[in-house]
Protein backbone atom coordinates (compact mmCIF):
# COMPACT_ATOMS: atom_id res chain seq x y z
CA UNK A 1 0.00 0.00 0.00
CA UNK A 2 1.27 3.28 -0.60
CA UNK A 3 2.07 6.10 2.14
CA UNK A 4 -1.16 8.40 0.71
CA UNK A 5 -3.49 5.58 0.95
CA UNK A 6 -2.00 4.74 4.96
CA UNK A 7 -2.92 8.57 5.12
CA UNK A 8 -5.81 8.53 4.41
CA UNK A 9 -6.98 5.22 5.94
CA UNK A 10 -5.52 7.12 9.23
CA UNK A 11 -7.59 9.84 8.87
CA UNK A 12 -10.58 7.90 8.49
CA UNK A 13 -10.19 5.99 11.44
CA UNK A 14 -9.48 9.06 13.26
CA UNK A 15 -12.62 10.52 12.16
CA UNK A 16 -14.44 6.83 12.77
CA UNK A 17 -12.60 7.32 16.89
CA UNK A 18 -14.26 10.88 16.86
CA UNK A 19 -17.77 9.45 17.31
CA UNK A 20 -16.30 6.49 20.03
CA UNK A 21 -15.76 9.89 22.51
CA UNK A 22 -19.36 10.42 23.24
CA UNK A 23 -19.87 6.94 24.46
CA UNK A 24 -16.69 7.56 27.36
CA UNK A 25 -14.34 5.56 24.77
CA UNK A 26 -10.94 6.23 24.66
CA UNK A 27 -11.36 8.08 20.76
CA UNK A 28 -8.54 10.76 21.95
CA UNK A 29 -6.16 7.79 22.58
CA UNK A 30 -7.31 5.37 19.60
CA UNK A 31 -6.40 8.92 17.67
CA UNK A 32 -2.82 9.28 19.47
CA UNK A 33 -2.30 5.71 18.47
CA UNK A 34 -2.89 6.20 15.35
CA UNK A 35 -0.65 9.14 14.75
CA UNK A 36 2.20 6.97 16.44
CA UNK A 37 2.10 5.17 13.85
CA UNK A 38 2.21 8.17 11.67
CA UNK A 39 5.45 8.65 13.56
CA UNK A 40 7.20 4.71 13.40
CA UNK A 41 6.28 5.46 9.41
CA UNK A 42 8.11 8.71 9.17
CA UNK A 43 4.55 10.63 8.11
CA UNK A 44 4.23 12.48 11.34
CA UNK A 45 6.71 14.72 13.07
CA UNK A 46 7.89 13.80 16.59
CA UNK A 47 7.17 17.19 18.25
CA UNK A 48 3.84 17.36 16.62
CA UNK A 49 3.00 13.94 17.99
CA UNK A 50 3.93 15.03 21.47
CA UNK A 51 2.34 18.33 21.58
CA UNK A 52 -0.80 16.62 20.68
CA UNK A 53 -0.11 13.65 23.38
CA UNK A 54 0.15 16.46 25.82
CA UNK A 55 -2.96 17.90 24.93
CA UNK A 56 -4.56 14.57 24.78
CA UNK A 57 -3.85 14.47 28.25
CA UNK A 58 -5.05 18.32 29.15
CA UNK A 59 -8.53 16.48 27.91
CA UNK A 60 -8.71 13.90 30.25
CA UNK A 61 -7.95 16.35 32.86
CA UNK A 62 -10.37 18.64 31.50
CA UNK A 63 -13.23 15.96 31.83
CA UNK A 64 -12.17 15.20 35.55
CA UNK A 65 -12.41 18.53 36.40
CA UNK A 66 -15.96 19.15 34.55
CA UNK A 67 -17.50 16.59 36.10
CA UNK A 68 -15.98 16.73 39.47
CA UNK A 69 -16.64 20.71 39.68
CA UNK A 70 -20.28 20.10 38.49
CA UNK A 71 -20.72 17.60 40.62
CA UNK A 72 -20.04 19.46 43.70
CA UNK A 73 -21.61 22.64 42.90
CA UNK A 74 -24.65 20.69 42.84
CA UNK A 75 -23.89 19.23 46.16
CA UNK A 76 -22.31 15.61 45.16
CA UNK A 77 -19.29 13.91 46.93
CA UNK A 78 -16.48 12.20 45.65
CA UNK A 79 -18.79 8.92 45.41
CA UNK A 80 -20.84 10.91 42.95
CA UNK A 81 -18.52 11.35 40.73
CA UNK A 82 -17.22 8.02 40.83
CA UNK A 83 -21.01 6.92 40.93
CA UNK A 84 -20.94 9.46 37.58
CA UNK A 85 -18.12 7.66 35.90
CA UNK A 86 -18.69 4.34 36.64
CA UNK A 87 -22.76 4.77 36.12
CA UNK A 88 -21.74 6.20 32.42
CA UNK A 89 -19.18 3.41 30.67
CA UNK A 90 -21.59 1.16 32.12
CA UNK A 91 -24.75 2.40 30.75
CA UNK A 92 -22.38 3.09 27.20
CA UNK A 93 -21.78 -0.94 27.35
CA UNK A 94 -25.27 -1.88 28.08
CA UNK A 95 -26.85 0.39 25.03
CA UNK A 96 -24.39 -0.87 22.59
CA UNK A 97 -26.79 -3.29 21.42
CA UNK A 98 -29.39 -0.42 20.25
CA UNK A 99 -27.96 0.94 16.67
CA UNK A 100 -26.65 4.37 16.65
CA UNK A 101 -27.72 6.24 19.89
CA UNK A 102 -28.05 3.49 22.25
CA UNK A 103 -24.51 3.86 23.80
CA UNK A 104 -24.72 7.62 23.89
CA UNK A 105 -27.81 7.50 25.44
CA UNK A 106 -27.39 4.46 27.95
CA UNK A 107 -24.00 6.81 28.70
CA UNK A 108 -25.60 9.30 29.87
CA UNK A 109 -28.36 7.28 31.66
CA UNK A 110 -25.48 5.70 33.42
CA UNK A 111 -24.37 8.64 34.54
CA UNK A 112 -27.32 9.85 36.30
CA UNK A 113 -28.42 6.40 37.75
CA UNK A 114 -25.02 5.66 38.75
CA UNK A 115 -24.89 9.15 40.29
CA UNK A 116 -27.92 9.09 41.93
CA UNK A 117 -27.28 5.69 43.38
CA UNK A 118 -23.96 5.81 45.13
CA UNK A 119 -25.13 9.46 46.70
CA UNK A 120 -28.25 8.40 48.18
CA UNK A 121 -26.51 5.57 49.90
CA UNK A 122 -24.14 7.80 51.32
CA UNK A 123 -26.80 10.30 52.34
CA UNK A 124 -30.20 9.18 52.14
CA UNK A 125 -31.77 11.82 50.80
CA UNK A 126 -33.68 11.44 47.60
CA UNK A 127 -33.66 15.31 46.85
CA UNK A 128 -29.89 15.43 47.42
CA UNK A 129 -29.27 12.96 45.19
CA UNK A 130 -31.27 13.21 42.01
CA UNK A 131 -29.53 16.57 42.36
CA UNK A 132 -26.11 15.98 42.42
CA UNK A 133 -26.64 13.35 39.90
CA UNK A 134 -28.16 16.13 37.93
CA UNK A 135 -25.02 17.73 37.85
CA UNK A 136 -22.73 15.07 37.26
CA UNK A 137 -24.59 14.82 33.82
CA UNK A 138 -23.84 18.79 33.31
CA UNK A 139 -20.72 17.72 33.98
CA UNK A 140 -20.42 15.03 31.49
CA UNK A 141 -21.74 16.95 28.96
CA UNK A 142 -19.51 19.69 29.32
CA UNK A 143 -16.26 17.23 29.49
CA UNK A 144 -17.86 15.57 26.10
CA UNK A 145 -18.19 18.36 24.16
CA UNK A 146 -14.58 19.84 25.60
CA UNK A 147 -12.89 16.41 24.44
CA UNK A 148 -14.92 15.97 21.17
CA UNK A 149 -13.40 19.70 20.58
CA UNK A 150 -9.41 18.06 21.33
CA UNK A 151 -10.57 15.54 19.13
CA UNK A 152 -11.11 17.79 16.40
CA UNK A 153 -8.11 19.63 16.55
CA UNK A 154 -5.97 16.36 16.91
CA UNK A 155 -7.90 15.10 13.56
CA UNK A 156 -6.81 18.31 12.31
CA UNK A 157 -3.27 18.87 12.84
CA UNK A 158 -2.30 15.03 12.83
CA UNK A 159 -4.63 14.32 10.11
CA UNK A 160 -2.86 17.27 7.87
CA UNK A 161 0.67 15.71 8.81
CA UNK A 162 -0.49 12.62 8.12
CA UNK A 163 -1.76 13.88 4.33
CA UNK A 164 1.57 16.09 4.40
CA UNK A 165 3.86 14.18 5.76
Known amino acids: METSALAWIGLAAMIVSLFLIPLGLPGVWIMIAILLLGVVNGMVSGWIFFLLVLLAGFAEFLEFVAVGR ?30 IVGAFIGALLGTVVGAFLLTWHQTRH ?20 LKVFVGLVIIAIGGASLLLG
Do not use: K
Not at 133 to 142: H, P, Q
Open 70 to 99: MTARYGGTSRTFWGAVVGGLAGALIGTPVP
Open 126 to 145: TAGAARASMGALLGRAVAIA
